[in-house]
């Protein structure tokens, strides 16, 4: 089952150009309002720096969408590859944009209204608050971690920063009016805006509002090995979602969608089933340690299916081999759980790397998918018990070399766990022969 909206193999790499297309299309559109017949009369250097403004406007403007999870658009990449697009961008975009400024600042200063806002027009005031809180935002993105904000609260801030400066940076523009001495450069300009506000908008009011109008509510929590709970979550107006085995949804608990404290969280259940959804969640963090006190019956919100980690998108492999390490497992037990559904009788192969024994989640059902597929299993324990005869400490090429077939040509690999171990991974896997376009990973920390 292909999920509406995702795109087949074939299509994908000339769907991933399209949409680079129209990127590069929506940053140097502004410079339209550059055409010739509005040269300013100042200068090379004044040219230079204004179209430096527009363009990096136009690139804060796109950022919004790259983060508005529209489907079709992330679907040839990868949703984490479009956030790691967008954290790069960002930095570019602020580059640009102080370029703007420095050139004007230190080439021709008599050009710029005075700082102080008493005696400076409303619109370059704007400017420069816009400038600063840039600044601020990707400051506090890049060292989130290190000044070890809440993750939650640091979406918020992001949220109203980042909609508060866009907008003070378009009245700036259209305020500052330069180059656009024509009726039509100012309705252009003017649309433009319009667009990047509605598509705030969007994100920000009419998306949750989609999400309000479907409530799910909890049905079982079930605790697993190794500090996991499961959720099991039902749509209350019982529409089976459509989902394909290893994508993930957003979940909001105990929160209003508004309220943008939503999860990513693997769907671990079957894509033969689409009448309920289970989310396996280790307690790591703020959010995720209190999963085990959800109680049955609780409302939750659910924004999904996104990602294009999966099967359903290499239908056509001889076989498939996963990679799981901790509870990266998640989106493999949805493969296999929907591999048994299905009756399917290709080879497969797990590698499922856990620190100890005890803590390995799922082992006992894995052993009974052992039975309903063909399926080999291959555990790697890091601190295995003492009479323990199968694979241990950490992942590498050997032991996967030792389980994998000489003919790997028609296999596809998925790989999910701790970034280190996904690197090993690929690599071990590309010097066995494996061609890196039939080799995935998930990655659990892309924000
Ligand atoms: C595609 C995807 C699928 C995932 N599937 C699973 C799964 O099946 N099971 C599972 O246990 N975990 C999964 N995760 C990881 C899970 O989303 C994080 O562990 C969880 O959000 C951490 O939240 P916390 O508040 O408990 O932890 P914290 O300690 O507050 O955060 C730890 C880190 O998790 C990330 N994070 C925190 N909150 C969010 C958020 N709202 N949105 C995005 N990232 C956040 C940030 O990078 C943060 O630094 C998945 C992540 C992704 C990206």
Redesign the pocket.
Known sequence: MTPKGEPRKSATSRQALVWLGLYLAAVTLPLFALLPGSESGYGFTWDFAMALGYAGVAMLGVQFALTARFKRATAPFGI?IVYYFHRYLAVCALVIVFAHYGLLRWNVPGMLAPVDPRFAPAHMTAGRIALGAFIVLVVLSLTR?ALRL???NW?GMHAVLSSTAFALALWHVLGAAHYLDTAWKQVLWAVFGMFWLSLIAYVRVVRPWRIARRPWRVTEVRPERGR?HTLRLEPVDRRPLQFAAGQ?AWLTLRASPFAM??????I?SSAECGMFIE????E??????TIGSVKVGETAWVDAPY?TFGIDLRPDASGYVFIAGG?GI??VLSMLRTLADRQDRRPLWLFYGNRIWERVAFREELDELVRRLDLRLIHVLQEPPAEWAGEQGLLTQEILSRHLPTERSGLECFICGPTPMTYIAELALGNLGMRASHVHS??????
């Open positions: 984490d971690r809440e993750y939650d979406r996991v993930f404290r939503e999860h990513p969280f693997s671990a989310l396996s969640i280790k790591l963090g703020d959010f995720t340690s990602g509870i998640a989106p998930e990655i659990f920390d892309w924000v």
